[in-house]
């Protein structure tokens, strides 16, 4: 998904000096929309990473993402996003759900 977010973004800033033949002022409200989506897919990004880091360092997991997304293992604790405990997570049974 992060992967995802920054090509996204990336697609996006090439957008910002495709459109040819249009006034300066279009040319300008182009450009600011085309940044406006990138920021917005670079902010998005960051959110999932603190929701995510704390829970995959949490269980021992390595984040194989961009590193402009890595927080500071000191940072986990300050984000204080809840790691549930293996013996807190529970799988639902299928055949009383059913029932």
């Given at each position: 998904?992060?992967?995802?977010?920054?090509?996204?973004?990336?697609?996006?800033?090439?957008?910002?000096v495709?459109?040819?033949?249009?006034?300066?002022?279009?040319?300008?409200?182009?450009?600011?929309?085309?940044?406006k989506?990138?920021?917005?897919?670079?902010?998005?990004?960051?959110?999932?990473?603190?929701?995510?880091?704390?829970?995959?360092?949490?269980?021992?997991?390595?984040?194989?993402?961009?590193?402009?997304y890595?927080?500071?293992?000191?940072d986990?604790?300050?984000?204080?996003?809840p790691?549930?405990?293996?013996n807190?997570?529970?799988?639902?049974?299928?055949?009383?759900?059913?029932?």
């Amino acid at each position: 998904m992060l992967c995802y977010l920054d090509w996204k973004a990336s697609w996006w800033m090439d957008r910002r000096v495709l459109r040819s033949g249009v006034g300066h002022d279009m040319s300008e409200a182009l450009s600011a929309y085309a940044l406006k989506q990138a920021a917005l897919l670079q902010h998005m990004g960051k959110a999932f990473a603190s929701l995510w880091y704390p829970a995959l360092v949490g269980h021992g997991i390595d984040t194989e993402w961009p590193t402009h997304y890595n927080l500071d293992p000191s940072d986990v604790d300050a984000l204080q996003v809840p790691v549930p405990e293996e013996n807190d997570v529970h799988d639902a049974d299928l055949d009383d759900m059913f029932d």
